[in-house]
C-alpha cells in the first residue's frame, strides 16, 4: 500500500499500532488523511477513533475482522466505504489510464513522500515530513557506500514496523536491488520465544538484518537461554570460550568460532553476515556480546537527542 501511494505521488502518514485512541486520533486529523490502510486485529481502536476523524472517507483492511467489529464501523460513520485488500484489488482489476494520466502522477522531488509519526513517548506523536528527494538522498547514498556488500542470494528478515523510518529507508533500498524479504514478528525472532517450531530467524535463516536495541538484547537473550538448558559443561566451555575470544588468543580464537561459537550462530540460522543496529545505542555490553559470539554489529554514531519537524 505504502509503495502503490509512492508511486502515484499520494502522500502517506504512518502510525504506531501502540499509539493508543489518542495518538491515533491525533496522526489521523493533524494531516487531514483520507484514508486508512489496517489490520483487522486493530479495528477495535479504529471503531472508537472514526466518529473523531471526519476527515477519513475510506477504510481499507487484511485479515479478517469480527463482523460486529465490520459492522461498528459501517454504522457509526455511514459516510466511510469500507473495503478488504482483496476488495480493492477487485475493483482495480477493470481501471485502465491513459499514459498521459499515468505521468501526471509521477512524484517530484519537493513532493512529500510520508509524514511519519513518532511514536508519541513525550506528549502528541510528532509528525516527520519527508520528501521525495530525502529518500532518494538516503538511498542513493546507502547503495553507493554498501552495494559491493549486496550479492543476489542475500535474504532480509524485516520485522520492526514500517512506521520507523529505518526500517521503512532499509526496505526500499533493499528492495530495489532486488533481495529477497521474509516478514517476522518480534514475538517468534528466536526459538526460545516459540514452541514446537522453529523461531523466525533459524526457520528463514537471513543474511542481512537491522534491528534496535531491543531486538539484539531479544536476541542475545535466546542465545543464553540455550546456554543455560545445556548444562554446566555447555555453560563453562562457553564462558571460556567468550575469555578466549575477548584476549584475541591466536589459534584458539579460531578453535572456538569453528566449534563452539558456530553453534551459536546457528541460532541466527548460520547465514547471518551484515547486521546494522540504530534508532538508539547499543548497550556496550550486549555489543561486545554479539561481536565475540555472532558477527560484528555495526551502529551509527547517535547525536543528541534533537527533535526536528522537517528533514
Excluded at 499500532?17 to 494531516?31: A, Q, V, Y
Excluded at 522531488?109 to 538516503?138: Q, R, W
Excluded at 532480509?156 to 526500499?172: D, G, N, R, S, T
Excluded at 554479539?290 to 534533537?306: E, S, W
Aim: charged share 20%.
Amino acid at each position: 500500500m505504502s509503495f502503490g501511494c509512492t508511486s502515484i505521488s499520494a502522500t502517506i502518514a504512518t502510525a504506531y499500532d501502540t499509539l493508543g485512541e489518542s495518538g491515533l486520533t491525533h496522526s489521523l486529523n493533524e494531516p487531514e488523511c483520507v484514508g486508512v490502510f489496517t489490520n483487522a486485529d486493530l479495528f477495535p481502536v479504529l471503531a472508537n477513533v472514526l466518529p473523531s476523524t471526519p476527515t477519513i472517507k475510506l477504510v481499507v483492511y487484511d485479515g479478517s475482522p469480527k463482523s460486529e467489529l465490520l459492522e461498528k464501523i459501517k454504522t457509526t460513520r455511514p459516510d466511510v466505504t469500507v473495503l478488504s485488500i482483496e476488495e480493492l484489488r477487485k475493483q482495480g482489476e477493470g481501471i485502465t489510464i491513459t499514459e498521459e494520466e499515468a505521468k501526471s502522477r509521477l512524484p517530484k522531488s519537493d513532493d512529500v513522500n510520508c509524514i511519519m509519526y513518532t511514536s508519541g513517548s513525550t506528549g502528541n506523536p510528532k509528525g516527520v515530513v519527508i520528501t521525495h528527494s530525502n529518500l532518494m538522498a538516503v538511498l542513493g547514498g546507502v547503495y553507493k557506500l554498501l552495494r559491493h556488500q549486496l550479492k543476489p542470494d542475500d535474504t532480509f528478515l524485516a520485522f520492526l514496523p514500517l512506521a520507523h523510518i529505518m526500517e521503512y529507508v532499509v526496505e526500499l533500498i533493499l528492495l530495489s536491488v532486488g533481495i529477497t524479504f521474509g516478514y517476522g514478528r518480534i514475538k517468534t525472532l528466536t526459538d526460545a520465544s516459540v514452541r514446537n517450531c522453529k523461531g523466525d530467524l533459524r526457520e528463514f535463516r537471513p543474511s542481512i538484518m537491522v534491528g534496535v536495541p531491543a531486538i539484539w538484547e531479544t536476541i542475545k537473550k535466546g542465545v543464553l537461554v540455550q546456554v543455560n538448558q545445556g548444562g554446566a559443561v555447555k555453560k563453562a566451555v562457553f564462558n571460556g570460550s567468550l575469555k578466549i575470544k575477548r584476549g584475541k588468543i591466536p589459534i584458539l580464537s579460531q578453535v572456538v568460532d569453528s566449534v563452539v561459537m558456530s553453534k551459536v550462530k546457528a541460532a541466527t540460522g548460520g547465514r547471518l553476515r551484515i547486521a546494522l543496529s540504530g534508532g538508539a545505542p547499543l548497550s556496550s555490553e550486549t555489543h561486545e556480546f554479539l561481536n565475540l559470539t555472532i558477527l560484528t554489529v555495526l551502529q551509527g554514531k547517535h547525536a543528541p537527542d534533537t527533535r526536528y519537524t522537517r528533514c
